[in-house]
């Protein structure tokens, strides 16, 4: 994803007419300006066109704070689970041959392509309480749907795809050459993970889960699926922001929206920082 | 360390990489596994070095010091391995790299820092590198990259030493330096070691004993020079350098009316103005090339065949030959195989 930004070293653009030139960077920018940036800050023109002490009132109010916490909770479950999972995936992918190898890797883009409605509406015929196996649960206690554990479940199926995405090209790319060695240096199976494979793949994790964290949350369709909308409960920020509007309060609406927006922004920030990061770490390895 | 193969075969789906290999490499020997791409060389090695295991079939076993080990479990016998792409670890310093197997031990075995830290030095002032330890291996030439793969490979006192095209990515001059220095190496430290390659000048000029392999057989063993003089088939003559092919009609003993194919090295070659009375080949010459070690005649038969002859540059001069004139060629020695007879 870094080079689709990378400007062209020796491109035929710099022949280009100048009109092509500035034509094509005018749409572009024209584009993002009507599309992202005035969008983005109308969201908070209108979280503070109340002022201050209104906004501070609106993403402080206990509902807000609830949803905030359950947004974070869903959250910090999901990216170790991601992390394993990724890697197990990842792993099983570029190191070994076997059958349904290739439906494995199809079925690890399937939360991309299925729409997040139906992810949510999946675990809703799964796990409701009307169903066999929601129904043993709820006898042990455990609840999912219209619970924090069917929140989870949907957070995971829609960002699981993230980690192994980033990971596969880039061991497939790196190769076992290095972790064959070690084994031949002595290493077992945990310190070639730990000492090896690890560090190589680092970046590239960290990267993979700071784009799964975004989705998880900012997820609204699969997670407002298997919600319920409990104000001060099962709400999550994205679900909280809809629920402000409905009832035409836009101001605390927006506040809601703008704490969402200002994590976007972050997760630019550290998504850039890495793609950095991950680039002259590439340019320093390449050829060995 | 001893190594014993017998009966080794390993198949990859219908292909059959190795076909029943024996072989024995004898205590501080270096052996070269030689042949062409897809003779079973490296899988061979792999399975020595447990990275790989043969198939199951009644009979094959592989003894280290005449003790069977176990095909299929991981190899507890201090195998150092050097892989062709080197495979550093890219994230570590040199220093790192070859620390890398004295770090792993179990905590029993494992030394202290300041004992690591004394056999990598020392190490690194075998490879000769003590400047570099605290280099990337992306900073490194690939003459570099390859000794440090070296150092870190026999930093756990391996018993056995394999090494995999070690040199094959590497230009000519460097791939020659190094030969020699693995050589020296190995004379100063001799660790039982297998070298796989494809490079019969490498294999010539450093192994003790030389295994020519072919569509995953065993096509000879012997010394750089019981295989360069005295190839068992074609296939080894032809693999070990260059030769010339002449079709001719036995006579005596093996005489049959089919012709067969007569094998001479250039060196094994004579060209002179004079006819003489002993048989000879008629031709023109068509080039000499006199830059290099021996000068290289190029003579064109009247059959419309091109035959290369070498000899010293003393021997040039005193012959007076010169490109375009009409000389006679004859063979001093030449090789008549089997499997070719009556082809």
Redesign the interface.
């Known amino acids: 994803m870094a080079q689709l930004v990378a400007a062209p070293e020796h491109g035929v653009s710099g022949r280009d007419p100048a009109w092509v030139r500035v034509t094509l960077i005018g749409i572009a920018l024209a584009f993002l300006g009507v599309m992202l940036v005035a969008p983005l800050a109308a969201v908070f023109i209108e979280a503070f066109r109340k002022g201050a002490a209104v906004y501070w009132q609106n993403i402080t109010d206990p509902a807000t704070l609830s949803a905030m916490r359950l947004t974070l909770v869903t959250a910090a479950i999901s990216a170790p689970l991601n992390a394993l999972f990724g890697l197990a995936a990842a792993w099983a992918v570029t190191r070994f041959e076997f059958r349904g190898r290739s439906l494995l890797v199809t079925l690890i883009d399937l939360p991309f392509a299925v729409s997040p409605v139906v992810a949510g509406l999946i675990y809703v015929a799964l796990l409701g309480s009307r169903t066999p196996l929601g129904g043993w649960f709820a006898g042990h206690g455990i609840q999912f749907i219209f619970a924090t554990p069917g929140i989870v479940l949907a957070t995971l199926f829609v960002t699981f795809p993230f980690v192994a995405r980033e990971l596969i090209p880039l061991m497939q790319e790196q190769g076992s ?2 972790e ?9 199976g945990w ?1 070639t993970f730990a ?2 494979t690890l ?2 793949i680092r970046l590239a994790l960290v990267y993979g889960l700071i784009l799964a964290n975004a989705r998880a949350i900012g997820e609204f369709g699969a997670v407002s699926v298997v919600s319920g909308h409990v104000r001060g409960v099962t709400n999550t920020l994205p679900l909280h922001v809809e629920i402000l509007y409905n009832e035409y309060n836009f101001a605390g609406s927006f506040a809601v929206a703008s704490l969402l927006a200002l994590f976007a922004l972050a997760t630019i920030a550290a998504k850039n920082i890495l793609e950095w990061r991950l680039k002259s770490m590439r340019a ?5 | 360390m001893n190594i014993g193969l017998e009966h080794v075969s390993r198949s990859f789906g219908g292909f059959r990489a190795l076909d029943d290999v024996s072989l024995e490499v004898r205590e501080g020997e270096l052996v070269a596994l030689l042949g062409p791409s897809g003779s079973g060389k490296t899988t061979l090695l792999r399975i020595i070095a447990g990275l790989d295991a043969p198939d199951e079939r009644p009979g094959a076993r592989i003894r280290f010091d005449g003790e069977e080990i176990d095909l299929r479990g991981p190899r507890q016998h201090q195998v150092g391995f050097v892989f062709q792409h080197y495979a550093l670890f890219r994230t570590m310093t040199v220093f790192e790299n070859i620390a890398f197997g004295l770090r792993v031990k179990p905590a029993k075995q494992r030394q202290n820092e300041a004992g690591i830290r004394a056999r990598v030095m020392e190490l690194l002032g075998l490879i000769q590198l003590e400047s570099i330890a605290g280099r990337y291996p992306s900073q490194l030439s690939g003459g570099q990259r390859q000794r440090v793969a070296l150092a870190r490979a026999l930093a756990i006192e391996p018993r056995i030493l394999l090494l995999d095209e070690p040199f094959g990515a590497l230009d000519a001059k460097v791939r020659q330096d190094l030969r020699r220095w693995l050589r020296n190496l190995h004379d100063k430290i001799p660790v039982t070691s297998v070298l796989v390659t494809h490079d019969q000048e490498e294999a010539l000029e450093v192994a003790d004993r030389i295994v020519i392999m072919r569509g995953g057989k065993v096509e000879q063993i012997g010394t750089p020079e019981e295989v360069f003089h005295h190839p068992k088939s074609a296939f080894v003559m032809d693999f070990l350098g260059n030769v010339n092919l002449f079709h001719a009609r036995l006579e005596g003993e093996l005489a049959g009316d089919a012709k067969t194919r007569v094998r001479a090295r250039p060196h094994d070659l004579e060209v002179s103005r004079e006819e003489g009375t002993s048989p000879a080949l008629k031709g023109r010459v068509k080039r000499i090339q006199t830059a290099g070690a021996v000068v290289k005649v190029e003579v064109a038969t009247e059959e419309g065949e091109t035959v290369m002859v070498e000899m010293g540059h003393d021997r040039f001069s005193g012959s007076g030959i010169v490109a375009g004139e009409v000389v006679f060629v004859r063979v001093k020695e030449a090789r008549v195989f089997v499997e070719d007879y009556s082809i």
Request: proline share 5%; no cysteine; charged share 20%.
């Open positions: 050459d290095d064959q060695a070690a084994i031949t240096l002595g290493a077992g310190q000492r090896v560090p190589r320093a390895g390449s050829g060995v």
